[in-house]
C-alpha cells in the first residue's frame, strides 16, 4: 500500500514547506507522484521547494504565506484551486517555539504562539477542508503536533500548551471527518535537525521583544526531560520515513522517533490510576 504511490493522487498541500519537516514531507508526496502547493510565510524558500519538486519533473506551485491570517489562506486555498482543482493530502505542519518559563512570557508571545500554533492548524484545515471534499480518490491530513506533549519539559510551555491544541483539535477532527472517509493522524516528531528556532525568530512579528531562546532555557528544557539527544535528535528526512505509509493506513498517531518510552508508560499509568480511583 502507499509507499508504491499506487495510493496517492491529485496533490498535496503542505505548510511549513520552505524548511525542514515541511520540505521533507513535499519531497516523499513529490516522490509518490503528486503535484505540490508548498506554502510557507518565507515564500523565497516555499518557492525553492517548488522548484525542486519541477527540476525533477513534478508539478508545484508556491506562495507566501503567513498561516495565522485566516485571509490570506483562504485566498492560497482559491489560487490552489484554481491550479489543480482539488487536494488529496494536507499536512498542516507550521509550529514556532518560543521559549521561557511559564511566569515570564508575556501576554503578546503567548498569543503568537497560540495563533501561529493553534489558530494556523485551524485556518489551514478551513481554507483546504473544501478542496480535500472535492477530492477523488484517498483523502487524508497530518497535523504536526510534537514529542513533547507526550513528553513536556521545562521553560516550553507555550509551546507544549500550543501542541496539547493541535492534539485535541486533531482527535476530534478525526472523528467528524472518519464519516466521509477522510483519514487524519497526528504526528509527533521529536528533535530533528532544522530552522526551527532560527526560523521561527525570523517568523516572531518585530513589534513582540525578545529572543525565542537562551541557552539557560535549552539547558533546563533537557535536563527536565532527561534525554539522550543522539537518540531523541534526526534529520527531517528520517522522522518522514514511513509517513505516506503511516497516513494512507489512517492511523490516528504518528510518532516518528525519540527517547522517552519509560516516561510514556509512567505519564499513562498515572492516567488509569487517576481512572481506577475514580471507580471506587
Ligand atoms: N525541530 C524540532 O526539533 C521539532 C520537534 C518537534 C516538532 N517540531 C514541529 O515540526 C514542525 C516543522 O518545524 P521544523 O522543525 O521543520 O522547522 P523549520 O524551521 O525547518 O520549518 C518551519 C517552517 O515554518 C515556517 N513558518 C514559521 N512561521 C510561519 C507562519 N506563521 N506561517 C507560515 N509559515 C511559517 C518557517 O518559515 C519555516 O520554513 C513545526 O510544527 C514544529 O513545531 C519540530
Redesign the pocket.
Known amino acids: 500500500m502507499a509507499q508504491d504511490g499506487n495510493f496517492w493522487s491529485g496533490a498535496a498541500v503542505v505548510?511549513?514547506?520552505?524548511?525542514?519537516?515541511?520540505?521533507s514531507m513535499v519531497q516523499r508526496f513529490a516522490d509518490a507522484g503528486m503535484a505540490i502547493v508548498a506554502?510557507?510565510?518565507?515564500g523565497a524558500?516555499a518557492q525553492e521547494t517548488a522548484d525542486k519538486v519541477k527540476a525533477a519533473g513534478g508539478r508545484a506551485i508556491a506562495m507566501g504565506?503567513?498561516?495565522?491570517d485566516r485571509a490570506a489562506m483562504m485566498a492560497a486555498a482559491k489560487a490552489a484551486e484554481a491550479e489543480f482543482g482539488s487536494c488529496n493530502a494536507l499536512c498542516a505542519?507550521?509550529?514556532?517555539?518560543q521559549f521561557g518559563a511559564l511566569d515570564s512570557l508575556g501576554e503578546a508571545e503567548w498569543r503568537w504562539v497560540l495563533d501561529?500554533?493553534v489558530m494556523?492548524v485551524v485556518n489551514t484545515v478551513a481554507a483546504f477542508l473544501p478542496l480535500i471534499r472535492k477530492a477523488d480518490g484517498n483523502r487524508r491530513i497530518c497535523l504536526?503536533?510534537?514529542?513533547?506533549v507526550l513528553l513536556p519539559g521545562e521553560r516550553i510551555g507555550a509551546?507544549v500548551a500550543s501542541?496539547f491544541a493541535v492534539m485535541g483539535y486533531g482527535d476530534v477532527l478525526r472523528l467528524e471527518l472518519a464519516r466521509e472517509n477522510i483519514g487524519v493522524s497526528i504526528l509527533?516528531?521529536?528533535?530533528?535537525?532544522?530552522?526551527?528556532l532560527?526560523?521561527?525568530q525570523?517568523?516572531k512579528p518585530a513589534d513582540i521583544p525578545g529572543a525565542v531562546m537562551s541557552q539557560e532555557d535549552i539547558d533546563f528544557m533537557l535536563s527536565s526531560r532527561n534525554l539522550d539527544t543522539a537518540f531523541h535528535?534526526a534529520t527531517?528526512e528520517h522522522a518522514t520515513r514511513n509517513l505516506l505509509a503511516d497516513m494512507a493506513a489512517d492511523l490516528p498517531y504518528i510518532v516518528t522517533h525519540g527517547d522517552y518510552r519509560n516516561e510514556l508508560i509512567e505519564r499513562n499509568e498515572a492516567l488509569l490510576a487517576a481512572f481506577d480511583r475514580g471507580q471506587s
Open positions: 505548510t511549513g514547506a520552505g524548511s525542514g519537516l515541511g520540505a506554502l510557507d510565510i518565507d524558500r504565506v503567513d498561516v495565522s505542519n507550521v509550529g514556532v517555539q501561529v500554533n494556523g504536526t503536533a510534537s514529542s513533547s509551546y501542541k509527533y516528531p521529536a528533535g530533528m535537525e532544522t530552522r526551527h532560527e526560523s521561527s525570523i517568523a535528535v527531517p
